[in-house]
């Protein structure tokens, strides 16, 4: 098997880093088209530990063949993609600015001509099959790369989901590792059987490997997305959606928000005084 000659580009702190995803996220929610909020706020600190050290990628080289792979299946919330990979330096931070604005490269949903962007999604559903994809390929090609997976735990909801997990879970697909941001809210409220433990076990009846974690805790999401490749692996990863805003937290209105001058300033004194 070959390996990668790339190294996970670290980062001394990643709580420093899911703060500055989270406070990109809400300067971005600020714009005429709004923001796709509470998840992207959830996921933050998981974002934070695949590019703070996880994932074998270089800013400098986005489309590096031997790289390692990111679907966000949860494309909606772009947002905290586009927060993590500008302050990893795969664009300008500036470029945040103009987030939904005519001419911008920076859509409500993930284009595959963003650097850093491995597939364009937004319908839900779809990115578990694309990952699969991606990790039979490298398996085919003798390589060591890993492919990452990141679903929402309504977006679960999709049969293509489990279509995808099934077909994974039969062909023992090593070096994919799916991640569901488990906040259990989506647009409409609660996400029907969103529990962690119901996720778990429907993920480990396909035949993955898989674990809960505190999806908040920096050192307990690093030892799981380290994990060994053996086989495709499932971390459901207990948020909080809206995650750091008091005023957004555990509620499924902050789905998606358009943010006042003055919810701005509100919104960035929670996210500071909860550091």
Known sequence: MSRSHLAPPTCPDTVALAAAVREQVLQMACGPEGAHVGGALSS???LACLYGGILR???????????DRFV??????????????????????????????????????????????????????HGLAVGLGFALAAQRAG???????????GEQQEGSVWEAAAA?????SPG?????????????????????????????ACGWRTEIVDGHDHAALREA????????????????????VRFMQGQAR??????????????????????
Request: proline share 6%; net charge positive; with cysteine.
């Open 143 to 153: 390589t060591d790369q890993r492919t990452v997976v990141l679903l929402g735990d």
């Open 176 to 204: 994919l590792l799916a991640i569901t941001d488990c906040n259990g809210l989506q647009i409409n409220g609660t996400v029907p059987d969103g529990d962690a433990d119901r996720i778990a076990a429907r993920w480990a």
């Open 57 to 67: 990628v270089d800013p400098r080289a986005p489309a590096a063949p031997d790289r």
């Open 254 to 275: 902050s789905h998606h928000v358009r943010l006042t001058e003055a919810l701005h300033s509100r919104a960035l004194r929670q996210l500071t005084a909860g550091r």
């Open 44 to 46: 933050a600190d998981i």
């Open 168 to 172: 994974a879970g039969r062909m023992a």
């Open 72 to 125: 966000l299946s949860k494309g909606h919330a772009a947002v905290g993609l586009y927060a993590v990979l500008a302050l990893r330096g795969f664009f300008p931070v500036a470029e945040l600015a103009g987030f939904g604005r005519d001419g911008s490269r920076l859509t409500g949903h993930p284009p595959w001509e963003l650097p850093g962007v491995d597939f364009a999604t937004g319908s839900l559903g």
């Open 225 to 244: 997305l380290r994990g060994p490749d053996a086989g495709p692996r499932a971390v459901v990863a207990r948020t909080v959606k809206g995650k750091g």
